[in-house]
């Protein structure tokens, strides 16, 4: 499986929203990709399998209606979607990724990571963070924040490796079951340690999974 990262588009929201709703079930509010992607502070990246088959062209189903009608709709539409005509261009690609954050001033915010569950443990949530630090530093941000759930030591462990550690606890900060977050922050990203680890995780990354990985076809800032 060969992948490559490029800047998340609005027909890539609704595999978005599904990987979303995979690795955050309990968020609410859910996020608004699409609105997202028209916020100047935000950027947002897709990890993407380059492999058209694995392409699912998707309909996009109101969160709100999810518990009603809207499953029989989505039903029907696979059933019939293709029924004497040819099927719908999608984009191409299978998404398999994301990542997002706001950049305000000299701080890039992390918002989300998260990898299809079949996908993980291959790298590509370590590339995903890569991506973003990287475009972070293009962006001129001189720290990365971000919150995490305190049960969530899978990412937390992610986040040590890559020089963040805990900087604030924020109480009951997840609507859902009134969990605490870690408030993470990295050192300078253009600091002289921070960049020879990161250069070094960068190289590691690339030995271990470099061939898999493409060039992305489009330049990650705008
Ligand atoms: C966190 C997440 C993005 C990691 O993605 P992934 O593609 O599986 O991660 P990678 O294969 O790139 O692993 C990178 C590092 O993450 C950590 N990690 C990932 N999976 C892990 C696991 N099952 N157990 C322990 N550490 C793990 C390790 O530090 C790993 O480095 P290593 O390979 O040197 O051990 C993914 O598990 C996910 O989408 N989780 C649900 C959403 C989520 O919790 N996002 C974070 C919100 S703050």
């Known amino acids: 499986m060969a992948y490559y990262m490029r800047n998340m588009r609005k027909e890539d929201v609704p595999q978005v929203n ?23 502070l935000a950027r947002l990246l897709v990890a993407c399998e380059d492999n058209p088959e694995a392409a699912e062209p998707e309909m996009e189903i109101p969160r709100e209606d999810i518990s009603g009608l809207a499953p029989r709709i989505k039903r029907w539409w696979r059933q019939n979607r293709f029924f004497g005509k040819e099927p719908p261009q999608s984009s191409g690609h299978c998404i398999i990724g994301f990542a997002s954050m706001w950049v305000m001033a000299d701080e890039a915010r992390i918002t989300n990571i998260a990898v299809r569950q079949s996908y993980q443990r291959q790298g590509i949530g370590e590339l995903l963070l890569i991506s973003i630090i990287d475009l972070a530093i293009e962006l001129k941000a001189s720290i990365a924040t971000l919150e995490v759930r305190v049960s969530n030591l899978l990412a937390q462990s992610l986040y040590h490796k890559y020089g963040f550690t805990q900087v604030g606890l924020r109480r009951n900060y997840y609507t859902d079951n009134r969990e605490d977050a870690l408030l993470m922050s990295t050192e300078s990203i253009t600091s002289a340690p921070f960049q020879a680890h990161f250069q070094q995780l960068k190289r590691d990354h690339a030995q271990k999974y470099g061939e898999r990985i493409k060039s992305p076809t489009d330049s990650m800032s705008r």
């Open 18 to 40: 599904k990987i979303d709703r995979e690795a955050f079930p309990t968020q609410w509010p859910p996020p608004d990709y699409r609105r997202e992607l028209q916020n100047p």
